[in-house]
């Protein structure tokens, strides 16, 4: 897949309009910015918004990405069985996991699934890990072809300012993803 295909791919998830979904009640949710670069040899693509990302214990995970002034742009949902993409204007995309969608609906993929372990300083449980200190609070995270670095915490010792980078492969782009997280409402 060419780089002009997923960037014609970003650009209409990210330009379609809003997507009028409401959002149910959850045991966990982040908010806040992301900025997303796309670079290929050739071309660079750089989206930038707000993220809401919703989990009831792991059976269902939303992750919502919206524009600068709120208005959800795409809805990215996890169940056990399968991941959906929907997007206004368009049909909802079906798949197996969200790497496979991702891949599928955009040609690369951004971390869906472990970002809520991530997101909060923690690794995915019974995956490798590679972390940098060996205990937390870590750095970096190396894990599931992800590198997550830790560039700044808040007052309560959570990850404010979370960077996630993945390295082109043959069939996608590298792709670079800072989180500034904003609110937090959990347990945890």
């Keep these: ?33 992301f900025s997303l670069i796309a670079r290929s040899a050739s071309q660079q693509e750089n989206h930038s918004g707000r993220f809401t990302l919703t989990q009831a214990n792991t059976d269902l995970t939303i992750l919502d990405l919206k524009s600068a002034l709120g208005n959800t742009l795409a809805r990215i ?60 609070p870590y750095n970096q995270v190396k894990q599931s072809g992800w590198l997550i670095t830790y560039e700044n915490y808040n007052e309560s010792g959570l990850p404010k300012r979370i960077r996630l980078t993945r390295e082109a492969t043959s069939f996608a782009p590298s792709i670079s993803v800072l989180l500034v997280v904003s609110s937090r409402d959990h347990d945890s």
């Design 1 to 33: 897949m060419t780089f002009k295909l997923i960037a014609t791919g970003i650009a209409s998830i990210l330009l379609t309009g809003c997507v009028a979904l409401s959002t149910p009640e959850l045991e966990q949710s982040w908010q806040g910015r």
């Design 77 to 136: 949902t996890r169940t056990p069985t399968e991941v959906s993409l929907e997007t206004l204007g368009n049909p909802t995309v079906y798949a197996n996991d969200a790497e496979s969608l991702l891949l599928k609906s955009l040609g690369f993929s951004v971390p869906v699934d472990g970002l809520n372990y991530w997101i909060d300083g923690k690794v995915i449980p019974n995956q490798t890990a590679s972390t940098i200190p060996s205990a937390p």
